[in-house]
């Protein structure tokens, strides 16, 4: 991914980048109450929304939180091995992964 990034889009993977993190689960009161958990660690919670669901399926939700981080290939496999932790803690359904995108500037 690292490699994919440097020869795409072109974005310094090497200093920090916005980090995007996902999780979910059947019931949004365990999502805020993970999402509370996550902003005391430092996450900014983006969204907590209802994912659409298939005719049938039961309804189920994500939360997405980010972080701006510097991660290594090894980094970011030791912040994601404690994310599946964290939502195996927290009774979640899963954690769902992450993106990656640059910082954006602060409008001045």
Same mark, same amino acid.
Do not use: C
């Given at each position: 991914?690292?490699?994919?990034?440097?020869?795409?889009?072109?974005?310094? $993977?090497? &200093?920090? $980048?916005?980090? &995007? /993190?996902?999780?979910? @689960? +059947?019931?949004?009161?365990?999502?805020?109450? #993970? #999402?509370?958990?996550? =902003?005391? #660690?430092? /996450?900014? %919670? %983006?969204?907590?929304?209802?994912? !659409?669901?298939?005719?049938?399926? !039961?309804? /189920?939700?994500?939360?997405?939180?980010?972080? +701006?981080?510097?991660?290594?290939? =090894?980094?970011?496999?030791?912040?994601?091995?404690?994310?599946?932790?964290?939502? @195996?803690? =927290?009774?979640?359904?899963?954690? @769902? &992964? $992450?993106? %990656?995108?640059? %910082?954006?500037?602060?409008?001045?």
């Amino acid at each position: 991914m690292f490699q994919n990034i440097a020869n795409g889009p072109g974005w310094k $993977m090497d &200093g920090p $980048m916005l980090w &995007g /993190y996902f999780f979910t @689960d +059947e019931s949004p009161e365990r999502l805020e109450l #993970a #999402a509370g958990e996550l =902003q005391r #660690a430092g /996450y900014r %919670v %983006v969204d907590l929304f209802e994912a !659409d669901a298939e005719d049938g399926e !039961d309804a /189920y939700f994500y939360l997405h939180v980010e972080r +701006e981080e510097i991660h290594s290939p =090894q980094s970011l496999h030791e912040r994601n091995t404690a994310l599946y932790a964290f939502a @195996d803690q =927290q009774g979640l359904a899963s954690y @769902d &992964g $992450m993106d %990656v995108g640059p %910082v954006q500037a602060s409008p001045r």
